[in-house]
């Protein structure tokens, strides 16, 4: 299996509902918890995810 | 030649408190013991102190009833110039600081002495 | 553990002679150089069952004995280009004399990366970053412990296939999703507080905003209570298992006791024992004199015999001579021979009156001679009776045994203050109040699970409630505009997106991990009308025969190609590789499928290290089947009983 595999799910699922942040948010936010896999602090990968979501809201373009 | 035999043996001053030592120090039941086996270790060794100057410690009757050091000496030592008694306190003198030196450096190996 | 001094084995360095080989026979030291590694890397050495091994147990026996307890294991290794140097070492605590039990020793570990010293409070992250201990039995593959591999073949699921299951979920990366779901769950939930916040002079949804504002601090509350619970429960968890330390540490303090007792009995033993040998020694000292001077005593008397018996010789002519002048005389006093009785005259009688003055004279020189002989005779009784007594023999003996005691006598002193030390530290009263202590926990423990189990559901009711509020903000279009909900609704999407992956991702993997474990089977199974294997959801995988059938019955060699197929079918699928480190994989396979596996295993992992015995696989052939494949061929080799050495072959 390509290391890809996971991400491909997560695309596949993320074209099937409509989601109102880019693609990329998610395959950073998998990137993000597979490298703190085997650790117990779970305040860093919260911060990050919030950057990240955060970040990619403030980016849409405001509706009237 | 014949000599006036003395009726007690000892030694002198200051080698009297090692060989007390060496009863206190566990080597020895009694002090005659140890007296009896320095006057040996001078023999096999062929070394006697210098005459003069012995202290009483014993009477010949209670060190030597049976004359068995008298005759050993007597026929063992080389020479007859003196009294054998007299002999084997030169040969106790030197004996007792011998194994009370010995004693003072650790234990004493008796089993060499024996072979 | 069998290894004493010093031990060296390089690993192959090449990436197409990747196979290491290590021989030995079987209890040679095998499976201690896979718990050596697994105990630099992560502290453990394990036996059967999965027990974890003590750190007394660890150590050489022999070595023990000559109370050496220096245990150290260095790996040295790259990974992406960095170079890493891990040491762990076990030695006895500073005081203690003779270690007993593992708490006299202690452990320390250094990790270098490329020279850099480690700090030693992030040495585990930096090794959970290389391969984390979780899945580390996935690459140090003990082939005693495939067994475990047997229980994932069942369906029903039991609390150790869950464990299995967890452990190579762990390895495929499932719990990102799992985490990434709670994670953005967390945060979902503080982006509708916000929402909630900025929503609150919105008229059409006040009242859904101020129900979401009362049920969020329901919740918050809800959740503080079962932090605190849960808090509790660890601190409870925490404090039992201390106690428990504290009274599993009473019974080696018994034990200190029961030993301390035994040293001041066997400590008195030997001073009697020295005390009768001394005054047996002291006894034979009296007349030890004449074992003294015997060797002078016995020089002497044989030279005085030597003088007596040139004296004897003489003794006898005086016998014969007195005879002579017994018959001379009685012939001058009678006038007579007294052998023919005539008359002796004048010239006669002159004549043996001349031969008597020299017998006379003669007679006179034996008696002289006599005397010395008499004294010669004295002396040599005297020196007789000058016996040697049994000193000589019984001394020697006796001063050994005492220099021997005295040495035993030396070490117990030592052990017994060491013990009286160690026993003046425990209060035996507080271990009682311990005991009881840990008990009452215990029911406590009971209690707090299940308020905590009451709490989760009380959440979980007021959550509920809280959606159908929370959807009713959402709905609105006012509420919409605002950078708060824009938050609140890609959370939403995000946490949903994670949420449906899983099933999808296990299924996929277990796919996957079937697929890799089919071809790595059929490369090892000489069946060849064998389809394949089929996974369950607890990634037990079973062979399918050419007829779409389960084969149910499989011996236990089977089970080993079975397991090890899963093993690389893992390894294929999983995010992290390693090097492969195998004990005695190949104990229960027959010829073809050892040679089939030999020839596989250099492909599927970057470095491969087999442990194994010459009735698995002779060197020659070995040669034969992985040629140049082979970086390099190690020897265990028997030193004693309980000690092997590693040797290059």
């Keep these: ?64 | 030649m014949k000599h006036k035999e003395p009726k007690t043996i000892g030694l002198t001053l200051a080698t009297k408190p090692n060989l007390a030592r060496l009863v206190e120090d566990g080597y020895f039941n009694e002090q005659l013991d140890a007296y009896k086996f320095a006057v040996a270790l001078a023999l096999k060794t062929g070394r006697l102190a210098d005459p003069g100057g012995f202290t009483t410690i014993f009477n010949i009757g209670t060190i030597d009833l049976d004359r068995e050091i008298y005759e050993s000496v007597k026929i063992l030592r080389e020479y007859d110039e003196e009294p054998v008694y007299k002999t084997v306190e030169r040969l106790a003198e030197w004996g007792v600081n011998e194994l009370f030196q010995v004693s003072e450096s650790g234990d004493i190996d008796f089993s060499k002495w024996l072979k | 553990m069998p290894f004493k001094g010093e031990q060296e084995v390089v690993f192959p360095q090449d990436s197409y002679s990747n196979v290491l080989l290590i021989y030995a026979d079987n209890m040679r030291g095998k499976t201690s150089f896979l718990n050596a590694l697994r105990w630099c890397f992560y502290g453990e050495a394990i036996e059967r069952n999965r027990r974890v091994i003590e750190p007394f147990n660890i150590v050489n026996w022999d070595a023990a004995d000559e109370n050496e307890w220096e245990v150290s294991v260095d790996v040295k290794f790259e990974l992406e280009e960095i170079e890493y140097e891990l040491v762990r070492e076990l030695q006895r605590k500073p005081m203690i004399h003779i270690p007993k039990r593992s708490s006299d020793l202690e452990i320390k570990v250094a990790l270098r990366k490329d020279g850099k010293v480690i700090k030693p409070n992030e040495i585990t992250h930096e090794i959970n970053q290389i391969i984390p201990k979780d899945i580390a039995r996935f690459f140090l593959f003990d082939g005693e412990l495939l067994e475990e591999y047997e229980e994932l073949v069942k369906e029903e699921a039991s609390e150790k296939s869950e464990r299995i299951k967890e452990e190579i979920e762990k390895v495929l990366g499932v719990p990102a999703f799992l985490n990434a779901r709670d994670h953005l769950g967390v945060l979902l939930s503080k982006a509708r507080t916000q929402q909630g916040k900025d929503a609150k002079d919105i008229k059409s949804i006040k009242s859904a905003v101020t129900q979401c504002e009362l049920l969020e601090k329901q919740i918050k509350d809800l959740k503080r209570d079962l932090k605190l619970l849960e808090g509790n429960k660890n601190s409870n968890r925490k404090r039992i298992t201390k106690l428990k330390e504290i009274i599993e540490e009473f019974r080696s303090v018994h034990e200190d006791q029961k030993d301390y007792e035994e040293c001041k009995s066997d400590l008195s033993k030997l001073e009697k024992k020295q005390d009768i040998l001394s005054a047996k020694k002291r006894d034979l000292l009296k007349e030890a004199w004449k074992d003294v001077i015997s060797p002078l005593v016995e020089v002497k008397k044989t030279d005085l015999e030597k003088s007596r018996d040139k004296l004897i010789k003489p003794s006898k002519e005086e016998y014969k001579l007195e005879g002579k002048i017994e018959a001379l005389e009685s012939v001058l006093e009678n006038h007579k021979c007294p052998t023919c009785t005539q008359d002796a005259g004048e010239e006669i009688r002159i004549e043996i009156k001349n031969n008597l003055e020299k017998l006379q004279a003669g007679a006179q020189n034996i008696t002289s001679n006599n005397e010395t002989l008499n004294g010669l005779q004295e002396k040599i009784r005297n020196l007789s009776a000058i016996k040697k007594t049994s000193a000589s023999t019984e001394i020697p003996g006796i001063e050994k045994d005492l220099r021997s005691n005295s040495l035993d006598i030396n070490k117990l002193d030592t052990e017994r203050e060491r013990l009286k030390k160690e026993l003046s530290k425990h209060d035996t009263v507080q271990i009682k109040k311990d005991a009881k202590e840990r008990d009452g926990l215990l029911i406590l423990e009971g209690e707090i699970k299940t308020n905590i189990e009451d709490c989760r559901r009380n959440i979980s009711v007021k959550r509920e409630r809280y959606n159908v509020y929370a959807a009713k903000i959402d709905k609105d279009n006012t509420a919409k505009k605002m950078r708060s909900s824009r938050l609140v609704e890609a959370y939403k999407g995000l946490k949903l997106v994670f949420e449906d992956s899983i099933s999808t991702l296990r299924d996929s993997l277990r796919f996957q991990v079937q697929k890799h474990a089919t071809e790595t089977f059929k490369e090892l199974t000489t069946e060849q009308t064998y389809k394949g294997l089929k996974i369950n959801k607890n990634y037990g995988l079973s062979i399918i025969d050419e007829k779409d059938r389960e084969v149910t019955l499989r011996s236990s060699g089977a089970e080993e190609i079975v397991a090890l197929s899963l093993v690389s079918g893992l390894n294929l699928t999983a995010r992290k590789s390693a090097p492969i480190i195998m004990d005695t994989a190949m104990g229960r396979l027959d010829n073809k499928h050892r040679e089939n596996l030999l020839r596989f295993i250099p492909d599927v992992v970057d470095q491969a290290i087999l442990l194994v015995h010459e009735g698995e696989i002779r060197k020659e052939d070995a040669y034969k089947i992985l040629e140049s494949r082979i970086g390099g061929i190690y020897n265990i080799e028997r030193v004693s009983s309980s000690q092997s050495k590693i040797s290059k072959d």
């Excluded at chain 1, 595999?5 to 109102?20: R, V, W």
């Excluded at chain 1, 990329?24 to 779970?42: A, G, K, P, R, T």
């Design chain 1, 1 to 64: 299996m390509s290391k890809h595999a996971p991400l491909e799910i997560l695309e596949s699922t993320f074209n099937e509902h409509d989601i109102s942040v880019p693609k990329s948010v998610v395959y950073n936010i998998h990137d993000i918890e597979m490298d703190y896999l085997f650790e117990s602090n779970e305040d860093i990968p919260i911060k990050q995810i919030k950057k990240i979501v955060e970040t990619a809201v403030d980016q849409q373009p405001k509706e009237n």
